[in-house]
């Protein structure tokens, strides 16, 4: 089942003088099972929706349900959907408390009344997801590691908890490309093998066009497009007007149509546009 928001406002300092719509009409759709991106400029309001994905605000008006269920103040209404629904804000690693990363990891387990067999099973194959090595790293401090180790901790802590939709907020803002490939590729891997759902609000329209199936696209509190990546990046003068910038790729490929090369190549990631472009080099007798 989905998570849906319908016709769905939220306005700060309701009946205020400053009062004003972070959203506003809200419609959209994300699937079980897949990898939707939430992209929009700054302030377009991207935190506040995944904040309403889990009952850390609640809408103005209109309704979200998560697997049916309609969210609301009720704490079992609300302690159902927080099973389901983990958020990993930007830089997690501001808010690690505890003295070992089992610890760190382990937290939410216990408050959701886990045995200690859970718990030692929970925490050892979320690391082994996040590809940190429980033999190595259960009893380290957090605050040893780097930032890309300290961010697969926070990941591991949501994983840990089993919730089926994975809500991350630039989940590899300050890391450098290796690690940002790295968190966001066992991501995927973990999408594939237990069909988690993974929602990620990103500035970096590269790594969208590279992992995201679908994109939720904001614009000043409202839904600009929604549907394909790939579609998406293929309309330049949409990116233009909702602020965004294209992928590399894409900027690439129609560099290279603009030359008038008439190579045919795959924009919609990196890597495929990257495999169209060896392919055509070995047809073509290139070495």
Request: charged content about 25%; aromatic content about 8%.
């Amino acid at each position: 089942m989905p998570i849906e928001l319908k016709n769905v406002d939220y306005v700060y300092d309701s009946g205020e003088p400053f009062e004003y719509f972070a959203l506003r009409g809200i419609n959209v759709r994300i699937d079980e099972g897949s990898f939707v991106g939430i992209v929009g400029r700054t302030g377009s309001g991207k935190s506040t929706l995944v904040e309403h994905l889990n009952g850390l605000l609640f809408s103005s008006h209109g309704e979200v349900l998560v697997d049916g269920l309609t969210l609301s103040r009720d704490r079992k209404v609300l302690s159902s959907v927080r099973r389901k629904v983990g958020i990993v804000f930007q830089y997690p690693e501001d808010q690690f408390f505890a003295e070992t990363i089992f610890e760190e990891i382990a937290f939410g387990c216990r408050n959701y009344g886990f045995s200690k067999e859970q718990i030692d099973t929970s925490v050892q194959k979320a690391m082994t997801i996040v590809g940190l090595d429980p033999g190595r790293f259960l009893s380290l401090s957090p605050f040893q590691l780097s930032g890309g180790e300290q961010r697969r901790v926070a990941i591991a802590s949501v994983i840990a908890m089993g919730q089926k939709y994975i809500v991350l907020d630039e989940p590899t803002a300050g890391l450098d490309s290796g690690s940002k490939l790295t968190v966001l590729g066992e991501l995927e891997s973990l999408r594939q093998s237990s069909n988690v759902t993974v929602i990620l609000v990103s500035h970096n329209m590269d790594e969208v066009a590279e992992f995201c199936e679908r994109v939720i696209v904001l614009d000043e509190g409202s839904v600009a497009f929604q549907g394909s990546t790939e579609e998406f990046f293929r309309s330049a003068d949409l990116v233009n007007r909702t602020g965004l910038e294209l992928p590399q790729s894409y900027r690439l490929a129609r560099a290279l149509k603009d030359s008038g090369c008439t190579l045919p190549v795959d924009e919609s990631s990196s890597d495929r546009f990257l495999d169209s472009l060896h392919s055509w080099l070995a047809d073509s007798g290139v070495r």
